[in-house]
């Protein structure tokens, strides 16, 4: 069984995705341009209220 099922789902798929982006050796400035797009597309597709919660929440957790 892989350990990742043991994970929450966000977590999981977070330790995936940082998994393959280091396998295509991308420069962390390019991942990090890259997840802004994935990042407004994901808030994109929310509804109004639960997006502007979302924009806080990733400001707040960024300033950390």
């Known amino acids: 069984m892989d ?3 043991q994970l929450p789902e966000d977590i999981a798929l977070a ?9 295509l050796n991308y420069q962390p400035e390019t ?3 890259a997840m802004l797009h ?3 597309d994901a808030l994109g597709k929310l509804p109004e209220q639960e997006r502007e919660q979302w924009q806080k929440r990733l400001i707040t957790e960024l300033g950390r």
């Not at 330790?15 to 396998?23: F, P």
């Open 3 to 5: 350990d990742l099922d």
């Open 15 to 23: 330790i995936e995705m940082i998994r393959q982006l280091e396998n």
């Open 31 to 33: 991942i990090l341009q």
């Open 38 to 40: 994935v990042s407004k």
